[in-house]
T-cell receptor, first 110, second 111 residues
Framework: TQLLEQSPQFLSIQEGENLTVYCNSS?????LQWYRQEPGEGPVLLVT?????EVKKLKRLTFQFGDARKDSSLHITAAQPGDTGLYLC??????????FGKGNQVVVIP | DVKVTQSSRYLVKRTGEKVFLECVQD?????MFWYRQDPGLGLRLIYF???????EKGDIPEGYSVSREKKERFSLILESASTNQTSMYLC??????????FGPGTRLTVL
């Protein structure tokens, strides 16, 4: 079983602050996805990272894949209330399967 | 844009009923998946399918079956619903590139 640990589980910050959340594993993944999920909705894909050390930016969100392809981080600059949500990381392994972490719940207070 | 739709957003059923959850994708993806999501447990894979009429068990298949008669449609069946199957059910699809796209989810309550 592939395990992904996300930390912190819960994070509450003021609008305008920066934050970083983490996704760690002892397993190597061929790629890693980050999703954001709002209450009562399905996860929405934010980014896929494939190469060790890869950095991708999506507006104020910066995603990094670890050199060894075992971990990843998500950094949000100048957080906005619209960034509130559950951030899920998922590592790809085997034949098109994904292993999911339990998520980072982020709350941005106006 | 990839679109994955699920037949119901909310569903209430009684214990022992047979329940059908349907999922349709419009991107000609080979792979389709059914997950359930519960607080504290995250997303758990129930079944997946690589092709029409092909299916494989995921991590928690007990109490569930699936059907894939057409490439775009993947159905999850609860043969005899039980209260411990109350959950959020999520369908996803992907091409061969690993990235999965999710539907909006079905919140199932079994009374």
């Amino acid at each position: 079983t592939q395990l992904l640990e996300q930390s912190p589980q819960f994070l509450s910050i003021q609008e305008g602050e920066n934050l970083t959340v983490y996704c760690n594993s002892s397993s190597v993944f061929s790629s890693l996805q980050w999703y954001r999920q709002e209450p009562g909705e399905g996860p929405v894909l934010l980014v896929t990272v494939v190469t060790g050390g890869e950095v991708k930016k999506l507006k104020r969100l910066t995603f990094q894949f670890g050199d060894a392809r075992k971990d990843s981080s998500l950094h949000i600059t100048a957080a906005q209330p619209g960034d509130t949500g559950l951030y899920l990381c998922a590592g790809a392994y085997g034949n098109n399967r994904l292993a999911f972490g339990k998520g980072n719940q982020v709350v941005v207070i106006p | 844009d990839v679109k994955v739709t699920q037949s119901s957003r909310y569903l209430v059923k009684r214990t022992g009923e047979k329940v059908f959850l349907e999922c349709v994708q419009d991107m000609d993806h080979e792979n389709m998946f059914w997950y359930r999501q519960d607080p504290g447990l995250g997303l758990r894979l129930i079944y997946f399918s690589y092709d029409v009429k092909m299916k494989e068990k995921g991590d928690i298949p007990e109490g569930y079956s699936v059907s894939r008669e057409k490439k775009e449609r993947f159905s999850l069946i609860l043969e005899s619903a039980s209260t411990n199957q109350t959950s959020m059910y999520l369908c996803a699809s992907s091409s061969s590139l690993h990235t999965q796209y999710f539907g909006p989810g079905t919140r199932l309550t079994v009374l």
